[in-house]
């Protein structure tokens, strides 16, 4: 599987993005689906994840209440809605499909990863 992912760039605090993240193949469908970041200096940390078919998110404390996960299967993409952005939502932010089909916060879990895109957050 490869994953594209999309949608980053340069935004005053308040603002909203939506990632994208593309997958190469049709067993997307099966797979738990996961955003995490990185900021400079920091470790790769979980943002959001989400079951197979959509029914089931989980988010980081940070975040809970202004992104939101989703997922279209007919389409091979999942998004990530970010809303009311903040300086410290500055990353590189990273889709990935987990091994299974349920929607974990534990980047071990997931076996592939996109390349990232950049989300800048200006206060």
């Known amino acids: 599987v490869q994953l594209q992912a999309s949608g980053g760039g340069s935004v005053q605090a308040g603002a909203s993005l939506r990632l994208s993240c593309a997958a190469s193949?049709?067993?997307?469908?099966?797979?738990?689906m996961g955003w995490f970041r990185q900021a400079p200096g920091k470790e790769r940390e979980a943002v959001a994840a989400?079951?197979?078919?959509?029914?089931?998110?989980g988010y980081a404390d940070s975040v809970k209440g202004r992104f939101t996960i989703s997922r279209d299967n007919s389409k091979n993409t999942v998004y990530l809605q970010m809303n009311n952005l903040k300086p410290e939502d500055t990353a590189v932010y990273y889709c990935a499909a987990a091994l299974g089909a349920s929607y974990s916060l534990n980047p071990t879990l997931y076996k592939y990863w996109g390349q990232g895109t950049q989300v800048t957050v200006s206060s």
């Open positions: 989400i079951s197979w078919n959509g029914a089931f998110t």
């Open positions: 193949r049709r067993t997307f469908s099966n797979n738990g």
